[in-house]
């Protein structure tokens, strides 16, 4: 059976056994099949399995959702049960174990690539999520950390610090998980009214127009422009719609071959963001 444990010495110590390669799946909780499918691909490439829990105030700005953010974790750990064995581990802290000096004074800066699209939104959310990644990294020593691609800026930018600071560990990108009309499950979701739920499957729909252009032979500015259409006619408000290549840096007009298209938009008070690989060809 999973151990759950709350502060840094009881993680250490479900750590000591010797237990083969490890992996962590870090979550802010209110876990749903997005986070699962990740936890299942962990399981698939190590013996121990270790998910956190932990919603983090670090990356959330003035006038962001961190007190309705949504906390459930007896149904988080009900949820786990299933996929966790002897020698996995949850680590559910609260704010006081993994800052018990209070907000930290020496943080992990993004750079460049975290003020751009979600970081010129919500500035300084991705020095807030680095420095709680390389906190839990330390804590749970894993070999492999699996991320989802829904939040793609974000795993380009801790496969950067990982690389950058000497952080021994390899970060595995897993599929976005969705829903049967396309959208990408979120957290965020649980916010949606019912209309705003259908109208929300208009990310899904954008990405699908972007690609659908690009195969074409659209340039970057008319790919851009085609997803940007559909999304506008669907949220409230466009954040950014994007074409960008691996280290989110944006594709030039006459550029060909992989890039990411990454969008984001809001319906009523609810961001939501979504992103897809294509080629330009």
Do not use: C
Request: hydrophobic residues 50%; proline residues 7%; aromatic residues 4%.
């Amino acid at each position: 059976m999973m151990r759950v444990v709350h502060d840094a010495e009881a993680l250490a110590e479900a750590l000591a056994a010797p237990g083969g390669r490890r992996a962590v799946v870090m979550t802010m909780g209110a876990l749903h099949d997005g986070h699962l499918a990740l936890v299942r691909h962990a399981r698939t490439l190590a013996a121990q399995v270790v998910v956190t829990v932990f919603v983090n105030p670090l990356q959330f700005g003035t006038g962001e959702d961190l007190d309705r953010y949504p906390r459930d974790l007896p149904g988080d750990l009900a949820a786990l049960a299933p996929l966790l064995t002897d020698g996995d581990v949850v680590y559910a802290p609260s704010a006081s174990q993994m800052y018990p000096d209070g907000p930290p004074r020496v943080r992990v800066v993004a750079g460049p690539a975290g003020d751009v699209l979600e970081g010129a939104v919500r500035p300084g959310h991705f020095d807030g999520m680095l420095t709680v990644v390389l906190k839990l990294l330390h804590r749970t020593a894993p070999q492999v950390a699996v991320f989802g691609a829904k939040d793609a800026q974000q795993v380009a930018l801790v496969r950067a610090m990982v690389h950058d600071l000497d952080v021994p560990v390899a970060v595995v990108e897993a599929p976005t998980v969705r829903e049967p009309d396309g959208l990408a499950r979120s957290s965020r979701n649980a916010y949606l009214s019912p209309t705003d739920r259908q109208r929300a499957t208009g990310l899904w729909r954008a990405l699908v127009a972007g690609r659908a252009a690009a195969a074409d032979g659209a340039r970057p500015p008319q790919v851009v422009a085609a997803a940007q259409d559909v999304l506008a006619a669907a949220v409230d408000v466009v954040d950014y719609v994007a074409l960008v290549d691996q280290a989110f840096a944006p594709v030039p007009d006459d550029a060909r071959g992989p890039a990411r298209l990454v969008l984001a938009g809001r319906l009523g008070s609810t961001r939501l963001i979504d992103n897809a690989e294509l080629v330009l060809v």
